[in-house]
């Protein structure tokens, strides 16, 4: 037996390569300031949604534009159950995961009905369900007030450090780590299922339906499956969101939010889910330095009210032409086309042919004498 180690491949290497890249986002807290992690904790809330967002659209082939409402049904189920666990007693860790748990459920039971819908329809059909979903969610909080809160929302009651961390690290960092950690556990569970026989599944119903149909796939069944496990990634994002806020409201998930996870999708890459993480980032840091590069020039007050709010869309609608045209394969691909040139450039220098051996010559080869012809 040789003493060296296999390298991990399958399902093992996801693991492995997924709490690496978790450890080392909870030890890059440390480097940052409070609203630096704050921001980062937002970022792994909606990491959580577009990763799933990308396992529908880019993986299934199936569009989303109400990705928002599930997300604010998790972020309901969450402050829901926590606040009817804090009445009950139970605090920390325990009511964080419970609240979760239910938070995920919800979000994932009305994915499964619209998976159900989905079955059926297909394009701009599809759209518009998802669509009516998140216009009509200021509506539903309306009419169910006194359990949801109308526009106000649903509050929850303060959850700091845990005991055992409180001398160490302050409130955001705590946070930041919580988001990291839920995120790590849902995107690995994605990647895992996008690499194995159901992704292949998946890729099989968005390429052509029809011939997965003739090779033993159900089309339906896969549509469902993507929508429901697309929907319990967004409602842990929506937990998570909650968590870090401390509270839960329709206006936070507008048609406008929930077309800006799209778009977080697009940019990053639709079938990439590294590129989520991306279009993430993307999505919570591009108009935070627009303000901040606003604030710093000397601009008029009229042009500065203008600017405020639409400055961000402006980016963003210029970068997504300026990708889809440059880069279709979304910003992901730009490291794999990287990697790809290493490798080439590696192949560019080849060893030094070997001096090839004189050739043989050819043997010569006996001919028949003509025959004559016979006349008749």
Not at 165 to 183: D, F, G, K, N
Request: proline content about 6%.
């Amino acid at each position: 037996m040789s003493g060296r180690m296999r390298p991990l491949r399958g399902i093992p290497r996801i693991l492995v390569l997924g709490a690496g890249l978790t450890v080392l986002a909870i030890g890059g807290t440390f480097l940052l300031d409070p609203y630096r992690n704050f921001q980062l904790a937002t970022i792994a809330a909606y990491f959580c949604a577009t990763a799933g967002l990308t396992v529908l659209i880019g993986r299934s082939g199936q569009l989303s534009l109400g990705h928002a409402a599930l997300m604010a049904a998790g972020g309901y189920g969450f402050a829901l159950t926590a606040n009817a666990m804090t009445d009950a007693g139970a605090t920390g860790i325990p009511r964080f995961l419970v609240s979760l748990l239910v938070a995920a459920l919800v979000a994932g039971v009305i994915g499964w009905l619209l998976g159900l819908a989905a079955a059926r329809l297909r394009g701009p059909y599809l759209a518009g369900v998802t669509l009516a979903l998140v216009i009509a969610l200021p509506a539903v909080a309306a009419v169910f007030s006194g359990v949801l809160r109308g526009d106000q929302g649903v509050q929850i009651a303060y959850d700091g450090v845990s005991p055992l961390l409180e001398r160490l690290i302050a409130v955001e960092q705590w946070q930041a780590w919580v988001a990291i950690l839920v995120t790590g556990v849902v995107v690995t569970a994605l990647v895992v299922l996008t690499k194995g026989p159901t992704g292949l599944r998946m890729r099989a119903v968005r390429d052509d339906e029809t011939a997965a149909r003739l090779n033993g796939v159900r089309p339906g069944r896969v549509k469902v499956g993507a929508f429901t496990a697309s929907s319990l990634a967004a409602g842990a994002g929506g937990a998570v969101l909650c968590f870090v806020t401390q509270s839960v409201s329709p206006g936070a998930y507008t048609l406008a939010f929930s077309l800006l996870l799209v778009v977080a999708v697009v940019l990053g890459g639709l079938s990439s889910i590294g590129g989520a993480a991306i279009g993430s980032a993307l999505i919570v840091m591009l108009p935070w330095m627009l303000g901040v590069a606003a604030d710093a020039l000397p601009l008029p007050a009229e042009v500065e009210q203008r600017l405020s709010g639409n400055l961000s869309i402006l980016v963003f609608g210029l970068l997504l032409i300026v990708v889809t045209l440059a880069r279709p394969g979304g910003l992901a691909g730009i490291g794999r086309q990287w990697r790809r040139r290493r490798s080439g450039a590696g192949a560019r220098h080849p060893e030094p042919p070997r001096e090839a051996a004189p050739p043989e010559p050819a043997p010569e080869l006996e001919t028949a004498p003509p025959t004559s012809h016979r006349k008749r």
